[in-house]
């Protein structure tokens, strides 16, 4: 499936499932190796980094844990800015590693949000990990520790990231047909 349509927008293929799954792979070798021994807490955002952290975390081969967060930020195909924490964190993070799995960072905005009630807990350390980074869109200065791919500040959709709650199912990621 080169195109799809998704409500009124049209896509087109941009990583096929296969380059994606080959990526996480990698970025798991790494966090496995960077990270072995620390017993680490995975935190994956809803609803985009469902997909990611599953194929993720079947790679880690660590002792740890993995648990999720909601938040939203997105209406249509453009940031609100506008960060909502929907659901809390409900384990003991005090002294402990925590890699927070995000499907995508643009402008750094959710994840400065995540960070700061984050530091609340008073974790050891926390990690960054991303399926995908927008280095065009990003405004912040905390270091991604780990990513699988930079991409251009287009829209996209498929493997968990939506367009107004739909695409989310799609297995391959797919840009905007402007």
Do not use: H, W
């Amino acid at each position: 499936m080169e195109n799809v349509k998704v409500l009124d927008k049209e896509f087109s293929i941009y990583l096929p499932e296969e380059k994606i799954l080959s990526q996480i792979k990698r970025v798991a070798e790494e966090i496995n190796k960077d990270l072995e021994g620390k017993d680490p807490i995975f935190m994956g955002i809803l609803n985009g980094s469902f997909m990611f952290a599953s194929d993720l975390y079947k790679d880690i081969t660590l002792d740890s844990q993995i648990t999720f967060l909601k938040l939203a930020s997105y209406q249509g195909t453009t940031s609100t800015g506008k960060i909502k924490r929907l659901i809390g964190i409900n384990e003991d993070i005090k002294n402990k590693t925590v890699v927070i799995i995000e499907d995508i960072v643009d402008t750094g905005n959710t994840l400065d949000s995540i960070i700061k009630q984050l530091k609340g807990y008073e974790p050891k350390e926390i990690k960054l990990v991303t399926l995908l980074f927008k280095p065009e869109a990003y405004t912040k200065d905390f270091p991604i520790d780990y990513k699988c791919f930079d991409i251009p500040n287009d829209f996209i959709l498929g493997y968990g990231l939506d367009y107004d709650g739909y695409g989310r199912n799609l297995r391959n990621i797919y840009k905007i047909i402007e």
